[in-house]
């Protein structure tokens, strides 16, 4: 008795050769709508599906393989007599194979369009044959990816079958794509933000060389229904992108997206900033940039939020970089930065759109909002006032402290992040190594911001010391009033906002 394929595909490509080496060994083709007309137009003989339900397509399609006759054929297992009895009682045949992709929901999750459109791309029958195909993988073959047709059809020349070792592994893709495909259903329709069950819908887009270390494997996977920068960006130039470069991209291009309207570069080390500078002309900008840290800039990742010309490209291959990456690059700066075979040219297409931050605990996952706010109420909290010049300066310099590891202090003289503390176990260790790195560079006008508040009065006194000119943090701490006297003692002026901003 011949074998039976059912064959019911939305990406047709690689198909009509499977098809014909089906029905040269022996297998007869099931197939539906538009399917089965593409089958039967490339010379192929498959059989349409309501001939072996015997009962018609209805619904527009919706109902077509929701059917006994097709999950019995399917899900019968062979070695039980009881099973087989049952499908000769009922004159129903064995299905040996199920080739099946899915409706694209996948690829119309995020576009524009009506809620009831967007259902129609949900589908339901593909799923359940999937499902079923894939529970009874001691007996059938279920192919969910065009990858797979020359595994099989290999598995088939040599032996006249599949090996069991392969149907299971396809079983496994089955489920591993049915549960990505629900998950994306899931977040459209559920519009939760904590839902009781945390699905993931990320599709892998390449394996990576290594990881964050040379011993550790990894992969790089972009989320199946939303958009963002570092899903759709386009490599222009450079040898592949690793795990650290992905990271510290992502970084760099928050950091530059704070400043809208604005002409803004940043550039990252070691998922850190070393420097961010605004300025009005693109070169000027980088090389205000380029200026806050020029040691640790040295093989770090460049983002500007501008188009580069031909000036900043010169200016930015003075450098080694790993990475520059921008919303676009002009034909001249392509072939310039070109020059230099391994650098990566990174165009961003897409704004930055997380919602969400996850954090991998081990057992668990912690899920909080995204960091995209900061305080409406900024309050003067001291007898001395700021002057409108350090105000813009001390916003700029909370603009960047956002980005910076906890505890996190960043100086600034408005236009340039010029002295960066992170990482620190306390907070006067990062305004020391602050304040050193900026005063040692372009040590005038200075401010300072906090992504936390002082403990104590100490980091104050030390401003105050070292010539800062005005504070930005967000106070809460029960020795506020002390912080608040050092800096009435000091003539500092120091601005609450109410907000805290750590990054851990």
Avoid at 183 to 206: G, R
Avoid at 237 to 249: A, P, V
Avoid at 402 to 414: D, F, L, P, R, T
Avoid at 426 to 454: T, Y
Wanted: with cysteine; charged share 25%; proline share 3%.
């Amino acid at each position: 008795m011949k074998k039976r394929a059912l064959i019911s595909v939305s990406d047709k490509r690689g198909l009509v050769d499977f098809a014909k080496f089906l029905e040269k060994n022996d297998y007869e083709l099931i197939s539906t709508g538009g399917t089965f007309t593409y089958l039967e137009e490339a010379g192929l003989h498959p059989l349409p599906i309501d001939e072996v339900t015997r009962f018609p397509e209805m619904l527009d399609g919706r109902v077509k393989t929701l059917h006994p006759k097709v999950h019995a054929g399917i899900l019968a297992i062979r070695s039980n007599e009881e099973h087989m009895k049952t499908l000769e009682v009922h004159d129903i045949q064995l299905i040996d194979m199920v080739i099946v992709n899915l409706y694209p929901f996948f690829e119309n999750a995020d576009k524009k369009m009506p809620l009831e459109e967007k259902v129609e791309f949900i589908d339901i029958g593909g799923p359940s044959m999937l499902r079923s195909a894939a529970k009874a993988f001691f007996d059938v073959s279920v192919i969910t990816e065009i990858e797979d047709y020359s595994k099989v059809q290999e598995e088939i020349e040599n032996s006249g079958s599949t090996k069991l070792e392969t149907r299971k592994r396809l079983a496994g893709k089955v489920f591993n794509l049915t549960s990505a495909y629900d998950a994306a259903i899931s977040k459209m329709l559920l519009d939760e933000e904590y839902p009781q069950y945390l699905n993931a819908s990320y599709k892998k887009v390449t394996d990576l060389r290594y990881g964050e270390n040379p011993h550790q494997s990894a992969a790089y996977y972009v989320s199946t229904v939303e958009k963002g920068a570092l899903k759709d960006f386009e490599q222009l130039g450079g040898k592949e992108l690793s795990f650290n470069n992905l990271r510290d991209m992502d970084l760099c291009w928050k950091v530059v997206s704070e400043f809208k309207g604005e002409m803004a570069c940043c550039a990252v080390k070691h998922s850190t900033p070393c420097g961010v500078a605004v300025g009005a002309e693109a070169a000027e900008t980088y090389r205000k940039t380029f200026e806050c840290d020029p040691i640790s800039i040295f093989g770090g990742i460049v983002g500007m939020n501008f188009t580069v010309d031909a000036a900043t490209a010169s200016v930015l291959n003075e450098t080694f970089l790993e990475i520059v990456m921008a919303p676009d690059f002009d034909d001249t700066a392509l072939h310039i930065l070109r020059k230099k075979k391994n650098l990566r040219i990174i165009k961003i297409k897409n704004p930055v759109s997380d919602q969400q931050v996850w954090v991998k605990i081990d057992g668990g996952m912690l899920v909080q909002n995204a960091d995209v706010d900061f305080s409406d109420q900024i309050d003067v909290v001291t007898h001395t006032q700021p002057t409108e010049q350090q105000k813009r300066a001390l916003l700029f310099s909370q603009r960047v402290v956002k980005y910076v590891k906890s505890n996190a202090i960043v100086v600034s003289n408005g236009q340039q992040a010029i002295g960066i503390g992170g990482g620190q176990v306390n907070r006067i260790w990062a305004a020391q190594q602050a304040v050193e790195r900026a005063k040692s560079k372009l040590g005038k006008n200075l401010v300072l911001a906090s992504d936390a508040f002082f403990p104590f009065r100490d980091v104050v006194d030390f401003c105050a010391k070292e010539g800062i000119e005005a504070i930005v943090q967000p106070g809460g701490s029960l020795r506020d009033e002390e912080s608040i006297q050092a800096a009435n003692e000091h003539g500092i002026p120091m601005l609450f906002t109410g907000m805290r901003h750590f990054l851990h």
